[in-house]
């Protein structure tokens, strides 16, 4: 099946230059190829729109009416990939970012008045949500998730490590002692965090692969990573969570990080992810860009933990 929108091009061509012979060698065609697109056309509309003679062609009358609507067509056209190429390259218009929560608020939106700065013609939109977002259903240009990433429909890129870390207040470590071996968090209580698997509500898991799993077991468990640091800073129990929530707490004793015979797990990382498409335009690369390099390989809320 011909394309219709080449007809078109071919049509007009033809029109304005009076030769289907000129009009194939301006679109970079056989005049044979030329030929069939206007032929498959007319029979398409069931109208002769050329009347051809050895010397020239000549538009007939329906050929004329229908010239002025082809020409608004193809100026369309030509305006919208024009527009579309300029999103490509233009850093300007909306651009809607969905983040986890916690992540959110205390890394990514105190760095937006600097993107801002940077990008005076672009308004961010910035989602909060521990849910994960359907970006194309729901209309996110782009998203940070972090741990392992689901759905092949996505282009990622690493913008930062994850670390884990298990930690208490000083208060609760004084009254519930210390605990030394991952065997010992059964005694203790512990704060699980409902949407991981891995810093679950019943089971918390360590060692670089996750391999080594303990049952646990407390009086909070949250879907908020927040709380739950709001919580063991309280001294209701031991917290495991990402150092992007503990490390401010860390470096001020507020909690104190505990060592077991067996370390934390890592997560994959922190993501920057897209749907799926050949090249992203310039307002998702450059939000991209600009957060690599603000966290960079050793992250600010990674810097001065042991």
């Not at 917290?239 to 909690?255: C, I, K, N, Q, S």
Request: charged content about 25%; glycine content about 8%.
């Amino acid at each position: 099946m011909l394309d219709r929108l080449t007809g078109l091009e071919v049509f007009a061509r033809v029109a304005g230059l009076g030769s289907l012979s000129a009009a194939a060698r301006a679109l970079g065609m056989s005049q044979t190829m030329a030929t069939k697109h206007m032929a498959a056309l007319e029979e398409r509309l069931g109208v002769k729109l050329l009347h051809r003679t050895t010397r020239k062609v000549a538009l007939t009358e329906p050929g004329r009416h229908y010239l002025e609507s082809v020409e608004r067509i193809l100026s369309d056209f030509s305006e919208a990939e024009a527009s579309a190429a300029a999103e490509r390259l233009d850093v300007s218009g909306t651009l809607r970012l969905n983040v986890p929560v916690s992540f959110g608020v205390r890394e990514v939106a105190p760095l937006l008045a600097d993107f801002a700065r940077l990008h005076p013609h672009l308004t961010v939109d910035l989602g909060l949500s521990d849910r994960v977002v359907d970006l194309v259903e729901e209309g996110w240009d782009a998203a940070i998730r972090i741990g392992r990433l689901r759905g092949p429909d996505l282009m990622a890129r690493r913008l930062a490590p994850c670390r884990l870390a298990l930690a208490a207040s000083p208060h609760y470590l004084a009254a519930r002692g210390t605990p030394r071996r991952v065997a010992d968090l059964a005694a203790h209580e512990c704060l699980g965090y409902t949407l991981s698997p891995m810093l679950g509500a019943d089971r918390w898991q360590f060692g670089p692969d996750g391999a080594v799993a303990v049952a646990i077991s407390g009086s909070l468990r949250a879907n908020n990573g927040d709380a739950l640091v709001a919580a063991a800073l309280a001294g209701q129990g031991i917290v495991y969570e990402p150092t992007f929530l503990l490390g401010d707490e860390l470096r001020a004793g507020r909690l104190v990080q505990l060592r077991l015979d067996h370390p934390p797990s890592e997560l994959p990382g922190v993501f920057a992810v897209h749907a799926m498409n050949r090249r992203p335009p310039a307002k998702v690369r450059a939000l991209f860009d600009f957060l690599a390099e603000r966290f960079g390989p050793t992250p600010p809320w990674d810097r001065d933990l042991d």
